[in-house]
């Protein structure tokens, strides 16, 4: 069912790859809802995935460009005010690349350059974006832009990497610009806060698997998927949520505000019968006693 809600909006979408990724939801559920569209990635992601069969489903074009090169963020502005014939109202930025995560090189023993390069992809690619289209006053007043993030930002998470340190990063940036193009053009800035999703950048951190069991079984409402991140996505992008600014949004379920769940505490207590090996012992039962 559609709403319209986005209709007779324009908006340019970054970082669909393939139809597993949030950014390619986004943009049908964009163009369902009245939107019309631009879509964008890497070159390598052109050969890679799919997104040229996404801009014929959506009745759009691809403008290639590395969000970390200014030049290729410069072009693809102008283009797409050229596509649209003018300002357009909402962006989405979906990127994240971690070459020491995809090396498997851990925290503790970071190679620095693929560290500057993770925080180059992942979030100083926001501000550019944001820069370049400030300087050519690409967006309509009270636009809306949207960062996809995630709560390893706030909080350690085992085998996310110095993806959390980009996502700390990403999150101040929409702070930070928020406040200036808020007092200038009323335009919006955002970052939502995703529960994690077998997505081809999800499906490269450690432990993966465990990580989405985990917080599926922690979350009161269990983990939101990829459609309904577009479904909220598009929400943001539309004219219901005009003084939202500046914030970081926890689309998970209620993971953020969890410590502890039942249906986690009973994985716990059966793996913890298993594989404590002295469980007959007196002072165990007691310590699992009191923790059921
Ligand atoms: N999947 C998850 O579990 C999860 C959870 C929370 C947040 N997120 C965030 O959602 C966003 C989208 O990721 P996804 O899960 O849909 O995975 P995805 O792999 O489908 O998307 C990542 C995109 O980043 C693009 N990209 C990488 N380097 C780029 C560059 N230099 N220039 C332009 N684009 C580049 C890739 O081509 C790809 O399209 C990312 O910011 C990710 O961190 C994902």
Request: proline share 2%; hydrophobic share 40%.
């Amino acid at each position: 069912m559609t709403h319209n809600l986005l209709k007779g909006k324009k908006g340019l979408i970054f970082g669909a790859l393939n139809d597993q990724s949030i950014a390619w939801k986004v943009a049908e559920k964009a163009y369902e809802e009245g939107a019309e569209i631009v879509l964008t990635n890497a070159p390598f992601a052109m050969r890679l995935g799919s997104v040229d069969e996404l801009a014929e489903k959506c009745n759009t074009i691809v403008i290639p460009a590395d969000a970390t090169k200014v030049e290729d963020v410069e072009n693809l502005i102008v283009k797409t005010m050229e596509f649209f014939g003018g300002k357009f109202d909402f962006i989405l930025h979906s990127i994240g690349m971690s070459p020491n995560v995809r090396k498997g090189i851990t925290y503790d023993n970071l190679n620095y350059d693929y560290f500057l390069k993770t925080l180059d992809v992942s979030a100083l690619s926001f501000h550019k974006m944001l820069q370049v289209s400030r300087k050519h006053d690409a967006l309509n007043d009270w636009g809306s832009v949207v960062a996809l993030s995630y709560v390893a930002a706030q909080r350690t998470l085992y085998g996310y990497n110095d993806m959390g340190d980009a996502k700390a990063l990403l999150e101040s940036i929409a702070r930070s610009f928020g406040y200036i193009y808020g007092r200038e053009k009323r335009i919006r800035i955002n970052t939502i806060s995703q529960s994690p999703t077998a997505t081809t950048a999800g499906q490269g951190i450690m432990g993966f698997d465990g990580l989405v069991d985990f917080s599926n079984r922690v979350s009161p409402l269990g983990n939101a998927d990829a459609e309904e991140c577009a479904n909220f996505c598009v929400t943001m992008f539309s004219d219901f949520t005009r003084k939202i600014t500046m914030q970081n949004i926890f689309h998970d379920g209620g993971f953020s505000s969890m410590g502890m769940s039942k249906r986690a505490m009973d994985v716990y207590n059966k793996n913890l019968d298993e594989c404590c090996e002295d469980k007959d012992n007196d002072e165990f039962k007691d310590i699992t006693y009191k923790i059921k």
